[in-house]
């Protein structure tokens, strides 16, 4: 389930500003007195909130749907409140960490398409970490949440920083490198 928010916001951050630059409407954005850092963060939150939401349904759904039809000792062996617990602290970090690869791509691209599919790729290691732990072959402790906590909140703050840095108003309203 924490492949969802690895992915799927990839294809909306990615295409955030180069689809804009795209159809001709962040210009008339890029000329507001709205620093590049709120621009860069409004981008993000409007990939992260709909992510978030697809993410969590997809879960809810799953857990309604494992106490409905699955037998008491099969339900009670897939449903855990550690498993709860990761899902509801790492989809927004997951989510967020994507969404700056995503912004940071689409920054300096000039194709949605390949923006998007190198958003999806970035997102990538993720998915495989988030795999080798539901398949045990990393075993999932305490300290190793705390330890992944702190180190997608360091890379998603080094993202939103780095992302700023990278942002060129004058490149991107004139098109020129």
Known sequence: MLAIPAIVPAFVAAYSVVGERQQGTLEPVLTTPVRREEFL???ALAALLPSIAVAYAVYALFLALVELFAEPAVASALVHVSDL????????????WTIWISVAISTRSNDPRTAQQLGALAGLPSVAV?????????????????????????????????TSAMFDR??????SR
């Open 85 to 96: 617990v990761a899902q509801v602290l790492f989809t927004p970090l997951l989510a967020g």
């Open 130 to 162: 988030t795999t080798l732990i539901a398949l045990s072959v990393i075993r999932p402790s305490l300290s190793l949440a705390i330890v992944a906590v702190a180190v997608l909140l360091l890379l998603n703050g080094l993202g939103w920083r780095i």
């Open 170 to 175: 004058e490149r991107l309203i004139t098109g």
């Open 41 to 43: 963060l409004g981008k």
